[in-house]
């Protein structure tokens, strides 16, 4: 018979607990971070910043986590593994329920990754499975190129991609403001809700990047 380890809710209190303790902000995935306070004490916020689910190769760690801060700088909540996951969290479940949660996934392709197998190109796959159940018109995926790499034939068919090279500030303005124009566009279907289509959900938009 096979053993399941299953954390109960007061060992997942008592890590974060003990992150805390250490310093660190704790995010929960969809819902927001709790963090120490000036008076010693615990606060919890809520998370209103839109999700970005950054997808990398390890030899490219460099330029993901700089990815990462510079969106996190403008405002945003980027999602990168070696970033947001904690100990001993299952590592493909907590990607596959961040990838779920995210507004947006941005896979980052060099030439270190295109040819690479392993759980970059999982990622990209569960990812465009996501973007199968999402309206055609919505935007989810929006690939980066950080070198002067192939992009996978699948993607280039059914999505334009971003360069971040040469001009790294040119590139990533283009994903903020394809970033911006979506969530745009997704204020005012709230407002002014189309009887004929559906708000998306689940993995909340659709392959075309701008």
């Known amino acids: 018979m096979t053993e399941i380890n299953v954390a109960t809710s007061e060992q997942v209190a008592q890590l974060v607990r003990h992150c805390l303790e250490e310093g660190q902000r704790v995010e929960i995935d969809g819902l927001g971070v709790f963090e120490r306070d000036s008076r010693g004490g615990y606060k919890f916020t809520a998370l ?3 999700k970005i689910f950054l997808g990398y190769v ?3 760690i460099l330029l993901a986590e700089r990815l990462f801060d510079d969106l996190e700088k403008l405002g945003f909540a980027p999602w990168l593994d ?3 996951m ?3 969290q299952n590592w493909p479940r907590a990607i596959e329920e961040a990838i779920e949660t995210s507004d947006f996934f941005v896979p ?3 030439s270190l990754s295109v040819g690479k197998e392993g759980f970059y190109q999982k990622e990209i796959r569960y990812a465009l499975d996501c973007a199968r159940h999402v309206p055609l018109d919505e935007i989810f995926l929006i690939p980066a190129r950080l070198d002067d790499c192939p992009v996978p034939a699948r993607i280039r068919r059914e999505t334009h991609y971003i360069d971040l090279f040469p001009d790294w500030n040119r590139g ?3 994903i903020v403001a394809v970033i911006q ?3 745009r566009k997704r204020r ?3 407002q002014n809700p189309n009887p004929d289509s559906s708000p998306s959900a689940g993995c909340p938009v659709s392959p075309a990047a701008g």
């Open 172 to 174: 990533l303005r283009r």
């Open 58 to 60: 390890a030899e490219d």
């Open 86 to 88: 904690l100990p001993g």
């Open 108 to 110: 980052c392709f060099s």
């Open 181 to 183: 124009k979506q969530l």
């Open 188 to 190: 005012r279907f709230t």
């Open 82 to 84: 070696r970033r947001k």
């Open 48 to 50: 209103s910043r839109p």
